[in-house]
């Protein structure tokens, strides 16, 4: 599990304000995935990566942007940050559609 | 795409019974099915998978069945013990897909 990192682990922002979540990981997996967790709603996709300059949307893409320049890096970025994206965010990644490995989650919370 | 069902959303047991939780999914195509354990605050943790080409998984005191068929799946706890009480999450993928479908989650608490 150390092999998959994410930062900040807490976040407190404001509405309107960029923020950038960061993922990292050191098995070179191919896979890599960005998910939100909200009471009542399990883990939503929100988007994944099948390897480095490879992404795609997942279930709720809506005002968020990704990237992955390295294949050990998955970062999100929340380009204006809304009430509704408070929330835990979690990073996983995977060998090909194998065991998912998620981050320890980073706790978002907008204002 | 995928949509996987879960149920219950939450299950109660005295410690030592058995507990049931049980997913449908709508894709034929989908042929690995994980099941994630999640302690509060915790990450998700995979306990145990299962494949198409399988019918049963065990793994000590944990269990899953899969039923291509009826497309359903289940994950069954034997013997509980209050260190199992979590939220469990199944999900169904292809192989040779690109994503996991998860359900919603089952908050499972074992009374001791």
Known sequence: DAGITQSPRYKITETGRQVTLMCHQTWSHSYMFWYRQDLGHGLRLIYYSAAADITDKGEVPDGYVVSRSKTENFPLTLESATRSQTSVYFCASSERMNTQYFGPGTRLTVL | ?112
């Open chain 2, 1 to 112: 795409g995928e949509n996987v069902e879960q149920h219950p959303s939450t299950l109660s047991v005295q410690e030592g019974d058995s507990a049931v939780i049980k997913c449908t999914y709508s894709d034929s195509a989908s042929n690995y099915f994980p099941w994630y354990k999640q302690e509060l605050g915790k990450r998700p943790q995979l306990i145990i998978d299962i494949r198409s080409n399988v019918g049963e998984k065990k793994d000590q005191r944990i269990a899953v069945t899969l039923n291509k068929t009826a497309k359903h799946f289940s994950l069954h706890i034997t013997e509980t013990q209050p260190e199992d009480s979590a939220v469990y999450f199944c999900a169904a993928s292809m192989v040779s897909g690109n994503q996991f479908y998860f359900g919603t989650g089952t908050s499972l608490t074992v009374i001791p």
